[in-house]
């Protein structure tokens, strides 16, 4: 369905919609995530933030409602391919350390896109003078925003330390022990010296 952008209100509206759609499919896909997820303080933080996505689309439905609107049909595509890469990292085989951290990027990917969503559609209200609207989309946006915040804080903190450091540290193991002890940071394999040549005389 071709989507008819003749006013600054019908473009409202139709973020308003897409964010709605976004929402709605993130409140599904998310508890898939939880489960999936490792790492206790990852699994609660996915926990936390379906609850808090529940909220946004109570809000949205709000303002839709404000006027005199509903979510109508529009389905955002860019949240289902961001899902759908999701899903990937979730059911992606081997270290589920790895795994944690795979499904926080792609958390954040998805949280990056509604940071800008929401930013977009609270600007929006301001020019159509709807500042109980352009309020509550701004909450929605901080709360985005803490959520990404919280995310990288438990990524750096210590779920893409582990994944990177026990990782690698089992690959070390299967390098021969004179390859670890004779090779030097930056330099390209063992080394090796070089012998003096003696005199003939």
Do not use: W
């Not at 926990?47 to 996505?53: A, G, P």
């Not at 350390?97 to 896109?113: G, L, N, S, T």
């Amino acid at each position: 369905m071709t989507v008819k952008l003749d006013s600054m209100r019908a473009l409202y509206l139709e973020q308003l919609r897409d964010l709605h759609s976004a929402e709605t499919q993130l409140v599904e896909a998310l508890p898939k995530a939880a489960k999936a997820a490792h790492n206790g303080e990852l699994k609660s933080a996915i926990q936390k933030h379906l609850e808090i996505t529940k909220e946004h689309v109570a809000r949205l439905d709000d303002i839709l409602g404000q006027m005199e609107e509903g979510p109508g049909r529009t389905v955002c595509k860019g949240m289902a391919g961001l899902i759908k890469e999701a899903g990937e990292a979730i059911e992606a085989d081997g270290d589920a350390r790895v795994r944690d951290a795979a499904i926080i990027a792609a958390a954040q990917r998805i949280e990056h896109y509604e940071i800008a969503g929401y930013g977009c559609a609270a600007t929006f209200a301001d020019l159509l003078k709807d500042s109980q609207a352009a309020a509550r989309l701004r909450t929605t946006l901080t709360e985005e925003r803490e959520t990404n915040d919280a995310l990288t804080q438990l990524a750096e903190g210590s779920i893409n330390v582990e994944a990177a450091g026990e990782t690698d540290a089992e690959q070390s193991e299967d390098i021969p022990t004179e390859a670890r002890q004779d090779k030097r940071p930056g330099s390209g394999g063992p080394i090796r010296r070089r012998s003096r040549a003696r005199s003939g005389g």
